[in-house]
């Protein structure tokens, strides 16, 4: 049941400064929106190219006329922090940050004009949005505009837009063959994740550098039920070619912490999705670099709007068996229309949004052991540049989630379209992670 707070206390107009002060919407640098759809008496203002520890926060203004004993009822979608400024007996000004919750609860015991408030989101990387505003028993936010602030969110994230991330050090050409052998150093973000079993280690899934400190993957990968598996039972090896032996350039790394992403639905692999934070920084080489994160205009630098991506790893080959060594297969995105028509009792329940299907349907797929790893994008860093020795970043545009298996055999079926984790929607919940690491590290 969600937590509801009461404050008995008198709330004034003006939170974020320590002056009484009506509010309206605000000129550059802020920007301001509407949370519910509908309304003009609700409005919101957030502030672009803040710190990344307040770039989830934003200020709601209520402007309405509160008759004495007046009652508000705010919902949120995910838990948040909201924050008043309150005057005191002796007339001064007190900011006051509420605990956590999803449902807070505000009383006026004399009539005001007003009422406004700050929420910080409680989970990093996570906005919380309002989905309902009762006052005096009647809904204010019959439409929430769930969302409205995630393109500032994001713009406050890319203003130093990754520049040291999804570039070879290993010279190598461009041109693929699907299901085709690679060398080391190709995939130095692609890396290998083993689980402890007893007196086993056991290689799971696929991963992908994205920072000195963090590995993307699929959250099946690293949890059971729902539940992150322990630290201590997971390692990460980087810079790996063969799947079985030693490699020049690898590097072994234990997990410090497995961050499942909270709405991860182990049933449906909805917001299949995880971090691996890694006990020690990663220490960077011809066979060990980061993976650029995808972003919303980064298509438009493609030579075509058709996204071709890449996917690595060890999974089985058409021997039913685990890859020794790493390969590559080419494939394209493919829209959720033409996914759903080829098997809509299966692909209509699974496509919520979140996930996009990748593929040629004629035999080349990822399969079982590709779990987690990175269906990777080549942005020219000339726009539209096709040529096969373009100078560019490699981008994860999808995390490898689930395919269709084949009938009696719990062995993918290749003839059937991939279902990828689309990193775009989470973007921001994976850069939050990585920056508050960096501000811990400066802080140190």
């Not at 957030?46 to 520890?53: A, D, R, T």
């Not at 919902?75 to 007996?89: G, P």
């Not at 003839?415 to 990193?423: A, I, L, M, R």
Request: aromatic share 12%; proline share 4%; glycine share 6%.
């Amino acid at each position: 049941m969600a937590k509801i707070i009461v404050i008995t206390f008198l709330i004034v107009l003006c939170l974020l400064l320590e002056v009484q002060c009506d509010w309206s919407p605000l000129s550059s640098p802020y920007v301001s929106d509407y949370p519910c759809t509908g309304t003009n008496s609700i409005f919101s203002f957030f502030e672009p190219g803040v710190s990344s520890k307040a770039k989830t926060r934003y200020s709601v203004s209520i402007n309405l006329i509160f008759p004495a004993n007046s009652s508000i009822q705010i919902s949120f979608d995910s838990e948040a922090y909201i924050t008043l400024l309150v005057k005191t007996d002796d007339k001064r000004y007190s900011r006051v940050t509420m605990k956590p919750g999803v449902v807070f609860g505000f009383y006026y015991f004399a009539q005001e004009t007003g009422f406004n408030f700050v929420v910080t989101s409680f989970v990093p990387g996570i906005v919380p949005y309002i989905t309902s505003v009762i006052i005096n028993n009647e809904e204010y936010c019959q439409y929430p505009n769930v969302g409205f602030l995630n393109q500032y969110v994001v713009e406050t994230l890319l203003n130093d837009e990754e520049k040291n991330c999804g570039r070879r050090q290993v010279r190598s050409t461009q041109l693929m063959v699907n299901g085709a052998n690679t060398k080391p150093g190709d995939w130095p973000w692609h890396v290998a994740i083993y689980k402890q079993e007893r007196n086993i280690i056991k290689y799971i899934c696929g991963g992908t550098l994205v920072s000195k400190n963090f590995v993307l993957t699929a959250a099946h990968c690293v949890s059971v039920r729902g539940s992150a598996l322990l630290p201590d039972t997971i390692s990460v090896v980087l810079g790996k070619y063969n799947l079985f032996g030693g490699d020049f350039g690898s590097e072994e790394k234990e997990a410090h912490k497995i961050i499942i992403h909270q709405k991860f639905e182990h049933r449906t692999l909805n917001n299949d999705i995880a971090l691996i934070e890694l006990n020690t920084e990663v220490t960077f080489s011809d066979y060990i670099q980061p993976s650029c994160l995808w972003y919303k205009k980064a298509i438009e630098k493609l030579p075509s709007n058709q996204i071709m991506g890449t996917v690595v790893g060890w999974g089985f080959d058409n021997s039913g068996t685990l890859s020794r060594t790493l390969k590559q297969a080419k494939m394209p995105i493919v829209s959720d229309n033409v996914c759903i028509r080829s098997k809509p009792l299966f692909y209509a329940n699974i496509l919520n949004g979140n996930k996009f299907c990748a593929g040629f349907h004629n035999g080349t797929s990822a399969c079982n052991g590709d779990s987690g790893g990175a269906l990777v994008v080549f942005v020219p860093d000339t726009a539209e540049d096709n040529d096969i020795r373009a100078e560019g970043t490699w981008h994860v545009k999808g995390i490898v989630s689930m395919t269709l298996s084949q009938k009696d055999v719990p062995v993918c079926d290749p003839e059937q379209y991939v279902v990828f984790t689309n990193v775009e929607k989470y973007r921001v919940w994976i850069k939050s992670y990585i920056k508050e690491k960096e501000n811990e590290d400066i802080d140190q």
